[in-house]
T-cell receptor, first 115, second 114 residues
Framework: GENVEQHPSTLSVQEGDSAVIKCTYSDSASNYFPWYKQELGKRPQLIIDIRSNVGEKKDQRIAVTLNKTAKHFSLHITETQPEDSAVYFCAASPTNTGTASKLTFGTGTRLQVTL | DAGVTQSPTHLIKTRGQHVTLRCSPISGHKSVSWYQQVLGQGPQFIFQYYEKEERGRGNFPDRFSARQFPNYSSELNVNALLLGDSALYLC?????????????FGEGSRLTVL
């Protein structure tokens, strides 16, 4: 089955700096890679996703890059703000196998943005 | 529109007991998935149901079961509870069973087993 590794487990940056979180996956059949943000005691919320036919996707201060050859993808947050502080999860899924909802998640990165 | 709703939000059980968790998907969503999130870890896939049929099962023992009703709501049942079953149980819905991939999560049911 799929295995997703995520690094770092904790990340502390100063407000305004950039943050980068990296994930690797093992199953070459995976072709959908979402990123979720989970604030303390809240539900995971999708912040950005990328499919395997795209190498990079950007949404304002957030971008995701995908390298299918190396089986890794990364989340980039620029101009970080205190409200970006949360736990971020990467995930992978093969969407064309009838189990599109079967996401395999990484172990999470706790991002702390300090003033 | 209401999001994914789950009940109960918190519950405490003792070892050996049974628990039923409930989920109502976003209106129009036909697929419901269940995930277990142990403290400090990422969610782990338990089940997916689409149009009342099981479409996927994760690596969980037979003590875990689920079903989906004609109105697309779902129940997750766990028998013979163990201490290790203590976790946040998340329900997620999506419109289709494949293709889009985007899941919308509920706030979860936090189960504590004593």
């Amino acid at each position: 089955g799929e295995n997703v590794e995520q690094h770092p487990s904790t990340l502390s940056v100063q407000e305004g700096d950039s943050a980068v979180i990296k994930c690797t996956y093992s199953d070459s059949a995976s072709n959908y890679f979402p990123w979720y943000k989970q604030e303390l005691g809240k539900r995971p919320q999708l912040i950005i996703d990328i499919r395997s036919n795209v190498g990079e996707k950007k949404d304002q201060r957030i971008a995701v890059t995908l390298n299918k050859t190396a089986k890794h993808f990364s989340l980039h947050i620029t101009e970080t703000q205190p409200e970006d502080s949360a736990v971020y999860f990467c995930a992978a899924s093969p969407t064309n196998t009838g189990t599109a909802s079967k996401l395999t998640f990484g172990t999470g990165t706790r991002l702390q943005v300090t003033l | 529109d209401a999001g994914v709703t789950q009940s109960p939000t918190h519950l405490i059980k003792t070892r050996g007991q049974h628990v039923t968790l409930r989920c109502s998907p976003i209106s129009g969503h036909k697929s419901v998935s269940w995930y277990q999130q142990v403290l400090g870890q990422g969610p782990q896939f338990i089940f997916q149901y689409y149009e009342k049929e099981e479409r996927g099962r994760g690596n969980f023992p037979d003590r875990f079961s689920a079903r989906q009703f004609p109105n697309y709501s779902s129940e997750l049942n766990v028998n013979a509870l163990l201490l290790g079953d203590s976790a946040l149980y998340l329900c997620a819905s999506s419109y289709r069973d494949r293709g889009t991939g985007e899941l919308f999560f509920g706030e979860g049911s936090r189960l504590t087993v004593l």
